[in-house]
C-alpha cells in the first residue's frame, strides 16, 4: 500500500487516480475538516491527520510499503511566513523521520522547480543547487530547505527521491489554481486582464506518471525536473480561443503598470483574506529564465510530456463539463 499526502491537492488527487488504475492500493492523509472533493469516489483508505502531528504521521504509516509526499503550502506572498515554513519543513522532517523508522521501501517527495537557484541565462537542469537562501519567496525557501533535507536523509540510507515539477495545468484542478483559473475564465469566455509573459508548464498527468516512474526508477538521493514546455500567456489564451471557438474580451496590462499595481496587492489579499493572485512573486515567475531541461527524467526515468496543446485542450473540456 502506498501513502499519499496532499492526496486531495491537484498533483495529489491525479496520483491517487494513476496509482489505482495500476491496481495500487493507497491510503490518503488528509486534514480533518478538508474538502474531500477531489478524491470523492475513489477507492482509497482515508487516514486523518496533520503532517504536523507526529503521532498522527506515525499511524498513518502502519503497512506503508512508500509514501508520497505532497503535503505543502504553496504561497507567492512576500515576508516571511512561519505557518508556510513549519508545514513544507517541519511537516516534511516529520514526514521524513516516520520514513526511516518504519523502513518504507521508497519515498518520493515533490518539490518544486523554484527551489532550485535561479540564473538568468544558460539551462537550468538537476546540475543547479537548490537554494534555501534565495531572496524570491518563503515557498522557495522553505521547498529548497525540504528539499535538502531529503537528500541528507537519502545521504543516511532512507531511500528517497526528489521530484521538481515546473508549472503545473491539466484536468481535475479542483481548487483552481492560478494558470487553471486563467484557463477557466477564457474557456467560460468571461473578460480576461493579462500580463503578457512566458514560462514552462506541464501536464498534470505527466508530473503524476514521473512520481510514479520515479517511485520504481529513482535513483536514491537524485533529484528529477518534470518539466513541459514554455509557452506565453498570450498565447495560451490564444489556443483556448481555437479550442473553444469561442469569443471573450482580453486585455493586455503593461508589464511596468502591473509591476507598479503589485506592489499594493500583498496588503489587499491581506485584508481581504482573498486567495493571491497577483503579487510581485508571480510577475517575476512569468519574466524568469524558463529554459528547463527534463533530460535527466527522460533518460532515467522514460519520462515523456505530452503536447500543451493537448494538455489546455482537456484543461478546458474538464472545466466546461463541470460547469454543467
Known sequence: MWLVTGATGHIGNVLVRKLIERGEKVRVLTLPGESLESISG???EA????????DAVF????????VFHLAGIISIMPGKNQFVRRVNVDGTKNILRAAKESGVEKLVYTSSIHAIKRVEDGVINESLPFDP???????????????LEVQKAAHSGLEAVIACPTGVIGPYDFRGSLMGDIIRTAAEEKPTLYVDGSYDFVDVRDVAD???????HGKRGESYILSGQRISVRYMLETVREITGGRFFQMKVPFDLAKFAALFMPMYYSLSHATPRFTPYSLEVLRSNANISHAKATRELEYQPRSLYESIRDTVKWFLERKK
Open 42 to 44: 475513489l477507492e482509497v
Open 210 to 216: 514521473g512520481l510514479i516512474a520515479a517511485a520504481k
Open 133 to 147: 537562501n534565495n531572496h524570491y519567496g518563503e515557498y522557495d525557501r522553505t521547498k529548497a530547505e525540504a528539499t
Open 47 to 54: 487516514a486523518q491527520g496533520d503532517v504536523l502531528n507526529l
Open 59 to 66: 499511524e498513518s504509516f502502519r503497512g506503508i510499503r512508500g
